[in-house]
C-alpha cells in the first residue's frame, strides 16, 4: 500500500452559521430609512438574538444601535435589523377549541415545497414556525400512529394565532413537503388523515426498496441499515426550511436513531451543522414513548439462553441497545439548540416545550469582513451597549463556506487534504465503510478497510474509447491522543468493459486497504472524491482494537466478515484498488489468489450463498484445543435456519496458534426479510465460548 506522508490537524466543532447569499434574503426592514443595499460575492450572516431581563422575560424596544457584534475580534456593521414579537402564552379561546375528531382527509397527499421569502414578504413577521417531520422511514406503524395522533392533538388544543405549522415525511425515497407553513387547521389535520394505513396510495408501508429519488443515491443496499439516509433526509429538511430568515423549529419524529457499524459520523455532524446553519432548531420526539420491558423479554418472545441469563449479560445489552437508539435524537437535538423528548407517553409534550422556547427575538444580519471561503469556524460575539444588563442567547459562531472548483494537479491535491482538515464535513457522495481486525502476533493486528460507493453517483468518462472513473481516496487514522498513527492517499484508475460500465447504475465500486496497529482506540476519517465531477464523500467513525492477550473468560476470536463474492485480485469492479504490496500479503481475506469482500451493507441475494469468515486464537495454549462453530439465523426471537456443527482441530503454524473458521451456506434456505446472523464459537475442553451478532437482509 502506497502512503503519500502528511500531517493534519482536524478539530470538530458543533457549532454552525446561517449563510444565506444576498439575493435569497431580498430586500427587509432595517435599521434605518434607507433601502437594502445588496453586495455580489458577499455573505450575509443572519443571527438571532433571544434578550431576556433578569426575570426572563424578553427585553423589547431596543435599537440597532444598541447592539455590537464581532466576528473573530473584528467589529461587524449591522444591515439588517428586526424585531419579532411573539406571544408569551398560548390564546386560551383557541387552545381550549374543540374540533370534530373526523376531519376528511383530502383525496390524494398533495406534495409541495417550502415558498422561500420574496422581497418585502412579511408574511412570516411574528409568527411562530414550526415543522413537523414524520420519518417513516424506520417506524413502525403503532408508533407512526401515536406521532400523527400527537400532531393532531397538538394543532386541535395548543395551537396559537401566532403559529404557523409545515408538514414533512420521509419514508426512504425523499424528503417530502406535504403543507407549506399555514395556519388552516382544518387543512393541517386533514393531510395528517392521509397519512393513516390505508387512506392513500402514499400510505405507510416499511418497504426498504429504492425509488431513485434519495438524493440520487439509488444503489437499494444502501438504503438498508443506513442510518445516513435518515440523516441525510434531514439535513434536506434543514436546508429547505433555511430559505426563511425567522428562527424555525424542526418537530422530529422518530422510533429512536440508532448509528451501528455501517453508518457515518460525519454525517451526522454535517446535518448538525447544516440545521445549525439554517436557523433551525430540531427538537426530536421518540415516538415510542415510555418503553417497560422485561429484563429478558416479553412473553412474546424466547428466552435467549445461555449464561447472559444469570450473570446480567442479556438485560444489560437490551437497556444498552435501546439507549443507544435514542443517543443520537438526543445529540441531535441538544447540537442545535432544541430539546429531546424521551420515555414520554404524551408526545404532544414534546411540541408544546418546542412552541414555548419561542419568545420575542431580534433577527440580526451583517455582511462579514472575512470574504474568505476556507470552511474554518468563526466566533460570533454579540453584546449590548451603554451598560445595558440582559441575558443573551444566540449562536457562538459558524463555518464559512467552502468551495471547490475546477483545479489544477496539484490544486486537486491540495482540495482533497483541505477537505480532510475541515471541521465541517462534506457529504455529497454516499459513503458505506467496514473496518474488521485481525491478530497477526502478540503486538500487531491487521486492521482490513473496505469501503463502498454507489457506482449510480460516479460519472463515467471515455479515455482511449473505454469507460473509466476516477477515484481519489485519502484517510488518516488518529488514536486517542489525536496523533496520527496511519494514512493513506490512493489514485484509482477503474478501466470498465462495455458491460461491466452499464452496470455500474446498479453495482457499487469498492475499495479496500489496510493498517497495522496496536491494540488502542482509534478515530478514522477517510475521503472519497470523484475526479470527474470533484464530488467528495467523507466518513469518520471511532473504533476499537482490543487486546485479545488479556482475553481469558470466552474463546479469543477476530472480527467476523459476512461476504457472498470472492473474486480475483485484478476484477476492477469490485477491487478498485491495487499495488497494495504488503497489504495483501498479511491480509486473511486474501487467499489462494482471491479475496473475500466484506458486504459492508449486509445484504444479500437470495440466490447466492453466504460466506462467513474469522480466526480463533488460542495463544498460550501447549496444544490446539478443538473448537466447535455455528451460524445461527434468528427472525425476531424465532430460530429460522441453523448450519450443522463445524469442527476445527488444526491451526496455523505461528505462535498464535491462528485457527480459520469458515462457512458457506446457501441463503436459498432462508425467505427474505431481515434477520440476526449469530456465530456461536464453543471450546468444549476449556469450557469457554465467544459469540457475535449482526443484522443483515436477505433480498430477493
Not at 567 to 587: H, I, P, Y
Request: glycine share 8%.
Amino acid at each position: 500500500m502506497a502512503h503519500s506522508l502528511f500531517w493534519l490537524l482536524a478539530s470538530l466543532l458543533a457549532s454552525g452559521f446561517w449563510l444565506l447569499s444576498a439575493q435569497q434574503i431580498g430586500q427587509n426592514t432595517t435599521a434605518s430609512s434607507t433601502s437594502a443595499t445588496f453586495q455580489a460575492n458577499t455573505q450575509l450572516v443572519i443571527e438571532t438574538v433571544t434578550v431576556k431581563d433578569k426575570n426572563g422575560n424578553p427585553v423589547e424596544g431596543l435599537t440597532v444601535n444598541d447592539f455590537t457584534v464581532t466576528e473573530d475580534g473584528a467589529p461587524q456593521t449591522i444591515k439588517f435589523f428586526e424585531f419579532q414579537k411573539l406571544p408569551a402564552a398560548p390564546d386560551p379561546a383557541r387552545t381550549l377549541e374543540q374540533r370534530p375528531a373526523d376531519v376528511a382527509p383530502l383525496p390524494k397527499l398533495p406534495h409541495t415545497q417550502i415558498e422561500p421569502e420574496k422581497p418585502g414578504d412579511v408574511r412570516y413577521r411574528d409568527r411562530r414556525l414550526l415543522a413537523i417531520y414524520f420519518d417513516l422511514s424506520a417506524m413502525p406503524i403503532g408508533d407512526q400512529l401515536r406521532a400523527f395522533d400527537a400532531a393532531r392533538k397538538f394543532i386541535l388544543t395548543q395551537m396559537t394565532p401566532a403559529d404557523l405549522i409545515a408538514l414533512m415525511e420521509y419514508q426512504g425515497g425523499g424528503v417530502q413537503v406535504l403543507q407549506d407553513f399555514t395556519d388552516d387547521r382544518d387543512r393541517l389535520l386533514s393531510i395528517i388523515g392521509t397519512l393513516v394505513v390505508g387512506e392513500d396510495e402514499n400510505a405507510i408501508t416499511n418497504d426498504p426498496a429504492d425509488t431513485g429519488a434519495a438524493f440520487g443515491q439509488d444503489d437499494a443496499e444502501f438504503n438498508i441499515f443506513n442510518t445516513d439516509r435518515q440523516l441525510s433526509a434531514l439535513q434536506t429538511a434543514a436546508r429547505m426550511l433555511g430559505q426563511l430568515n425567522e428562527k424555525k423549529a424542526l418537530l422530529y419524529f422518530a422510533s429512536g436513531l440508532r448509528l451501528n457499524g455501517v453508518d457515518n459520523q460525519a454525517q451526522l455532524h454535517s446535518t448538525i451543522n447544516a440545521a445549525i446553519r439554517a436557523g433551525v432548531t430540531l427538537w426530536a420526539i421518540d415516538a415510542r414513548g415510555l418503553v417497560a420491558e422485561a429484563p429478558l423479554g416479553d412473553a412474546t418472545r424466547g428466552s435467549p439462553g445461555g449464561l447472559s441469563m444469570y450473570n446480567g449479560a442479556a438485560a444489560l445489552a437490551r437497556t444498552s441497545n435501546f439507549q443507544r437508539s435514542q443517543d443520537t435524537l438526543w445529540a441531535l437535538a441538544a447540537d442545535t439548540g432544541g430539546k429531546a423528548l424521551l420515555d414520554y407517553n404524551d408526545l404532544t409534550r414534546g411540541m408544546v416545550e418546542a412552541q414555548r422556547a419561542f419568545s420575542s427575538y431580534y433577527v440580526i444580519g451583517y455582511y462579514t469582513t472575512n470574504a474568505t471561503l476556507n470552511g474554518k469556524f468563526r466566533r460570533v460575539k454579540i453584546a449590548l451597549n451603554g451598560g445595558l444588563m440582559a441575558s443573551l442567547d444566540y449562536r457562538q459562531g459558524y463555518f464559512a463556506g467552502k468551495t471547490f472548483g475546477k483545479f489544477t494537479t496539484a490544486e486537486k491535491e491540495r482540495q482533497l487534504e483541505d477537505a480532510l482538515m475541515l471541521p465541517d464535513p462534506v457529504t455529497e457522495l454516499t459513503i458505506a465503510l467496514e473496518l474488521d481486525y485481525f491478530q497477526l502476533n502478540r503486538a500487531e493486528y491487521f486492521v482490513p478497510l473496505v469501503v463502498k460507493i454507489p457506482g449510480s453517483e460516479l460519472a463515467l468518462a471515455k479515455k482511449g474509447g473505454a469507460e473509466r472513473t476516477l477515484l481519489d481516496f485519502i484517510g488518516e487514522v488518529k488514536d486517542e491522543f489525536g496523533t496520527t498513527v496511519s494514512n493513506v492517499r490512493d489514485k484509482v484508475d477503474i478501466r470498465l468493459s462495455d458491460s461491466t460500465a452499464a452496470e455500474l447504475a446498479t453495482r457499487p465500486i469498492q475499495y479496500d486497504t489496510g493498517f497495522t496497529l496496536l491494540p488502542g482506540k482509534y478515530k478514522l476519517k477517510f475521503l472519497a472524491r470523484d475526479d470527474e465531477t470533484g464530488r467528495i464523500g467523507t466518513f469518520e467513525t471511532p473504533f476499537v482494537i482490543p487486546n485479545l492477550n488479556k482475553e481469558d473468560k470466552r474463546v479469543t476470536i477476530s472480527s467476523v466478515v459476512l461476504s457472498s463474492q470472492r473474486v480475483d485480485l485484478k476484477e476492477a469492479l469490485f477491487n478498485a484498488a491495487k499495488d497494495k504490496g504488503q497489504a495483501e500479503s498479511v491480509n486473511p481475506l486474501v487467499q489462494e489468489g482471491q479475496k473475500l469482500i466484506p458486504s459492508v451493507t449486509r445484504v444479500f441475494r437470495k440466490g447466492r450463498d453466504l460466506f462467513v469468515y474469522l480466526q480463533a486464537y488460542e495463544q498460550g495454549a501447549e496444544a490446539v484445543q478443538p473448537l466447535v462453530a455455528f451460524v445461527t439465523f434468528y427472525r425476531g426471537q424465532t430460530k429460522a435456519f441453523e448450519t450443522a456443527p463445524l469442527q476445527v482441530s488444526e491451526a496455523l503454524s505461528n505462535r498464535l496458534k491462528t485457527m480459520p473458521l469458515k462457512f458457506s451456506l446457501p441463503l436459498g434456505r432462508l425467505s427474505v426479510g431481515a434477520y440476526t446472523c449469530q456465530v456461536t464459537v464453543l471450546n468444549p475442553a476449556a469450557q469457554k465460548a465467544a459469540f457475535w451478532q449482526a443484522p443483515i437482509m436477505v433480498v430477493p
